[in-house]
């Protein structure tokens, strides 16, 4: 049987349930290393992630796009992270979501020795 999570979805003024697949990022299980857990001023997270071991922001919220408030408050205290774990000007922030579209996350990857 496969995963998923009951939805009640609105259509065309009819409510429906679907089942959809479980998202990963709302799950954020612990086996990690996580940095930190954020309430105020929203909810999200900052650990490694399991795909490519580098820190990343969740937003708290299943959506693809964040306010510019919410955005910017998440590349700070992930650059924080960074900047203790790679050094200063040692990284870029990557908003690209290629895995899991659906559900904001932003990545600090290192810079490697060879692109500076």
Request: charged residues 30%; negative net charge; hydrophobic residues 40%.
């Amino acid at each position: 049987m496969a995963r998923g999570a009951l939805c009640i979805a609105r259509i065309n003024d009819h409510e429906s349930v679907i089942v959809m697949p479980k998202c990963e990022l709302c799950e954020l299980r612990d086996y990690t290393q996580r940095y930190a857990n954020f309430v105020h001023p929203f909810k999200f997270a900052i650990l490694d992630c399991d795909s490519c071991d580098t820190p990343m922001a969740v937003l708290g919220e299943h959506r693809a796009v964040p306010t510019e408030d919410e955005r910017g408050f998440m590349i700070e205290a992930l650059s924080l992270v960074a900047r203790a774990k790679y050094g200063a000007d040692k990284f870029g922030i990557d908003d690209v979501m290629r895995q899991i579209p659906d559900h904001c996350h932003i990545h600090a990857r290192p810079i490697r020795r060879w692109q500076y």
